[in-house]
């Protein structure tokens, strides 16, 4: 396992690192026992991942990775969860609700500090509300000792170029110390503006759903190439119909999905690309492709000729 640090934290984080969201969601959509989930989460450790995230958000998830991580060391790995910033109907929650929710957080993580406290997919329309209301409650937790850094995923879902990284690491660098968004094959956009800002405020970037989807469904990747060809957005020319990124599979790069998780590291920005697989198996396949994070200068190059431009989330 390689491992960097995560932008102005200082943390040595492991290069792949575990997550507990998404279609998954540690097993729990997936049909795993408590047993099996504590397998898994132990075999993250075996395999030399030390960086978990989760949320709120995410189900029983905290409280799964309280239940497994509470019989480890403290000092073997680095947790980090989210809160929600919004209720229900899309209001702003108060102070006092995010407060509570952090302690809630901590309560079910099992422990008295986490280590990165961060605000849940913030949206762009949404981030000076959140800076003026949320952040002082987050960094009077910090003071505490509660947290020990702060930090937001972006709204990628909503803003496939990137705004709200690209706002807050213009506006307030200062305040944030992670920025997890979505960089990858098919979304290359964060590196037009959202990459090279972390870099230079050394931000540290959590690299989120790098592979889901459409990169490990050929059926979904050939239906979106098709698709983008028909729209004009990539050259009828430039990408078989069929298999379109079967070129990426050569020499020690044993899949598409190999290829994209490569991808997903090959950023100096990147500290840490999250996967959320709930089986060992592909588990081990994904932290075998990150053994050697990077890809032919002459594949990448025509990766970015083809997808950099398109800002939409895929």
């Known amino acids: 396992m390689q491992y960097r640090t995560l932008g102005r934290t200082g943390l040595n984080v492991s290069l792949v690192s575990y997550g507990s969201g998404g279609p998954s969601k540690l097993g729990q959509n997936t049909g795993l ?16 991942i030390n960086f978990f995230d989760t949320s709120e958000a995410y189900g029983d ?19 980090a969860t989210k809160c929600r910033y919004k209720n229900g109907d899309g209001s702003l929650r108060s102070p006092g609700d995010v407060e509570r929710s952090v302690e809630a957080s901590l309560r079910r993580l099992n422990t008295d500090c986490v280590d990165i406290m961060q605000i849940h997919v913030l949206n762009s329309n949404d981030y000076f509300d959140v800076v003026d209301q949320h952040y002082p409650v987050l960094k009077r937790l910090q003071e505490q000792g509660k947290i020990r850094f702060i930090g937001f995923s972006e709204h990628f879902m909503g803003e496939g170029d990137h705004k709200s990284a690209v706002l807050a690491l213009k506006t307030h660098p200062e305040l944030w110390d992670t920025i997890m968004l979505k960089y990858g094959i098919l979304n290359l956009y964060a590196a037009k503006e959202a990459l090279p800002l972390a870099l230079e405020h050394n931000v540290g970037i959590i690299n989120m759903a790098a592979v889901r989807v459409k990169l490990p469904q050929p059926d979904l990747l ?7 060809k028909q729209e004009g957005i990539v050259a009828q020319d430039s990408l078989p119909d069929e298999d379109p990124l079967g070129w990426l599979v050569h020499d020690d790069v044993d899949s598409v999905i ?10 100096p920005a990147i500290s840490t690309v999250l996967t959320g697989t ?11 492709a990150l053994e050697k994070p990077t890809l032919p ?16 989330y895929i």
């Not at 709930?278 to 994904?286: G, Y």
């Open 33 to 48: 026992s408590p047993t099996e989930q504590d397998r898994l989460i132990q075999r993250c450790l075996d395999l030399g």
């Open 61 to 79: 998830s905290e409280v799964i990775l309280g239940r497994t991580l509470s019989r480890v060391t403290e000092d073997s790995y680095v947790l």
């Open 222 to 228: 050939r239906e979106q190439i098709s698709r983008w």
């Open 258 to 267: 190999d290829a994209a998780y490569k991808f997903a590291a090959d950023h």
């Open 278 to 288: 709930s089986s060992v198996r592909h588990l081990e396949d994904n932290v075998k």
């Open 297 to 312: 200068e002459a594949d990448k190059r025509r990766i970015r000729e083809i997808f950099g431009e398109i800002a939409v």
